[in-house]
Structure formats: structure tokens, C-alpha cells
């Protein structure tokens, strides 16, 4: 079972962009389905991005489309996660989470793998 640990979270101001990242190891994540969650202040946690094993098919939640992109590095075993002009309504701890089926799944029950969490704050 891979394990997962992410960094790059920080306080950051409206408009800002910051780039999570999430390193793998004991397994190479191109083995998994790779995905980030969020869970804001008093919110469950919910599905944000998700990367296919291949890297061919990507799924995004609507409120983030056209502003975080997410993608893989499987030379350095890494799952990257761009933010770009945040908004207070993303400030979250983001998780990264791997498993092992093909599909996308949008709830946390099918994901075998999380990272410790990285807490992203916006705030002016």
C-alpha cells in the first residue's frame, strides 16, 4: 500500500495561486487512481480533482474548473495539485488519496490511501 504525504499548502491572499504537491512512497502511484479532497472549516470533505492511472482522464468539480489543474509526475512519483486565483471559499486542508480501480470515484469510501493532509489558508 502506498503512502502518501503532502506539502505546499500556506496563507496565501485572494487571487493567489499555490501548488500542492503529493509525493508516493513503497508504490509508484501510476499503479493508482489518484485524487485530492478538501475539507473546509465546519464542511465534510469532498471531491475536488482525480487523475486516471494513465494520466487520460481527469475529473474536476465544477466549482474549481478553469482555475486548479491536476497532474502527475511519475519520475518523481508525485501527484501536483495547481490553485490558481483562490478564493476564501477554498481555504481547506487538502488530502491526496490513491486507489487501486480505473474508475474516478467522487467519494472518499473507495480511496485506500491518504496523505496526512496540507491546510490552505486564504485570507486578506
Known amino acids: 500500500q502506498v503512502q502518501l504525504r503532502e506539502s505546499g499548502g500556506g496563507l496565501v491572499q485572494p487571487g493567489d495561486s499555490l501548488r500542492l504537491s503529493c509525493v508516493g512512497s513503497?508504490?509508484?502511484?501510476?499503479?493508482?487512481?489518484m485524487a485530492w479532497f478538501r475539507q473546509g472549516p465546519g464542511k465534510e470533505r469532498e471531491f475536488v480533482a482525480g487523475?486516471?492511472?494513465?494520466?487520460?482522464?481527469?475529473s474536476i468539480v465544477d466549482s474549481v474548473k478553469g482555475r486548479f489543474t491536476i497532474y502527475a509526475d511519475s519520475a518523481k512519483n508525485a501527484l501536483y495539485l495547481q490553485m490558481n486565483n483562490l478564493g476564501h471559499e477554498d481555504s481547506a486542508v487538502y488530502y491526496c488519496?490513491?486507489?487501486?480501480?480505473?474508475?474516478?470515484?467522487?467519494?472518499?469510501?473507495?480511496?485506500?490511501?491518504w496523505g496526512q493532509g496540507a491546510r490552505v489558508t486564504v485570507s486578506s
Open positions: 488519496a490513491a486507489q487501486r480501480a480505473s474508475n474516478i470515484y467522487v467519494t472518499e469510501e473507495f480511496y485506500e490511501s
Open positions: 487523475i486516471s492511472r494513465d494520466g487520460a482522464t481527469i
Open positions: 513503497g508504490d509508484t502511484l501510476d499503479s493508482y487512481t
